[in-house]
């Protein structure tokens, strides 16, 4: 494990979370999901957003960079020396509130991308009614709170990345076509029930990205998932690997894909197919019992769905199951996000046995690309998602950003049919990298 923190600025935390007023919900119009957008700076934003709730958060505090297979516990284990020596005063005590962590990790334990937690210096957060302002510092004293109205009126509004080109990723189309084949043969011979392939695509911008732009879009066109920004890796998930709040425990499971057309009729009838699609079922049978399995040792009781109901995003339905649990001891989200990782949705089944085709036929390093990312606090509450509908952008080069897609893949599984579902996972990205 490695960190690093700011230049003679030593421990411990000081972290004082004060009640707003001002950043309450709209009435009658709704929620504006720029409310809390519309407050980052263009450096290093951290986000956490979905239907306007969420935290935002600036600076940076304290980094702390993990790799290998115990990146989880080495991260959780600096998060809670962190905590032990840290000052807190919390006057709103919500979920969010207090000392909180914006982290993600990498898909594969051997991967370089590791992962980071990154403790920043402001935090704005909005639940319901309720809105609050966090300031972290390290050293004796808090430094003054902001005025996040003058901090508003400050930020330049984000900038057109311009003109967008694109260019074919590790491997390109025709050869992920071959790739999904091994995959079904793999499949077929009893190797594995199922594998999830990915594959990625390029993206040039003309102007360096300001990744505002893109995150302000993502959370208005698609307001059901949860919009995020962490060290360079952004993007708007549907799936929520999981929600750990006061003893109990949420994961919103997807699989099973079908493209939208466009026609309301049309995509209606679409809807139906999925929910009756042995391929598709099957698929999602696959992603909900390694959850269910996986949440069981954490929990007194869960409840698992019989039946999926269809979720409906602008560019795709999905197949989803909201897998519930009341926790039996207190495990922090973290550790149950990396009892979790990978699941079926985002690997296979049996897990350990697709991992390693996924790293003999995929021919792509995934980075943090579909590993978990969200956030945690002091109490060990936390929420994250699988980094699904993602891009990240170049550290070296602003104007380079790489794009995700993934497709499950079962025996039933047609090449062609699957790079369709791939082309139409990166629509949100795509869209939002696009010029208004």
Known sequence: MTSTMPDAVPHPLVVRTVALDHLARPGSTGPDPDDLLGLLPPDAPLAWVRRGDGIVGWGEALRVEVSGRDRFADAEQAWQELLAHAIVRD????????PVAFASFAFEEDSPAGGVLVVPRVVVGRRGARSWLTTIDT???????????????????PVSPGAVSYAEGAVPSEDWLSVVERGVAAIRAGEVEK???????????????DVRWPLRRLAARYPSCWTFSVDGLIGATPELLV????????????????????????????????????????????????????????????????????????NVLHLASDVTGVLAANPSSLALAAALHPTAAVCG?????????????????????????????????????????????????????????????VAASEPAAELAESEAKLVPMRDALGTA
């Not at 999830?196 to 390029?202: F, M």
């Not at 978990?372 to 606090?377: A, E, F, H, K, N």
Request: one cysteine or more; glycine letters at 10%.
């Open 349 to 409: 089944t049996p897990t350990a046995a697709a991992a390693r085709l996924i790293s003999r036929i995929e021919g792509m390093e995934r980075g943090r690309y579909a590993g978990p990312v969200g956030w945690l606090g002091a109490d060990g509450d936390g929420e994250w998602g699988i980094a699904l509908r993602s891009a990240h952008v170049d550290p070296q080069d602003p104007r380079r950003v790489r794009l995700f897609a993934g497709c499950g893949i």
């Open 91 to 98: 006057e709103v005590d919500l979920p969010g509130t207090g």
């Open 243 to 314: 929600r750990s709040e006061k003893g109990l425990v949420t994961s919103r499971v997807l699989a099973g894909t079908i493209r939208r057309t466009g026609d309301d009729d049309a995509d209606l009838a679409r809807a139906a197919t999925l929910a009756h699609s042995s391929k598709d079922l099957e698929e999602h049978e696959y992603a909900v019992s390694s959850v269910a399995d996986a949440l069981a040792p954490f929990c007194t009781s869960t409840n698992v769905p019989d039946v999926p109901f269809v979720l409906h995003l602008p």
């Open 195 to 209: 594998v999830v392939l990915a594959r990625d695509v390029y993206a040039t911008t003309t102007e360096p990205l």
């Open 139 to 157: 050293g004796a004293t808090l430094r003054a709170t902001p005025d996040l109205a003058d901090v508003a009126a400050r930020q330049p509004e």
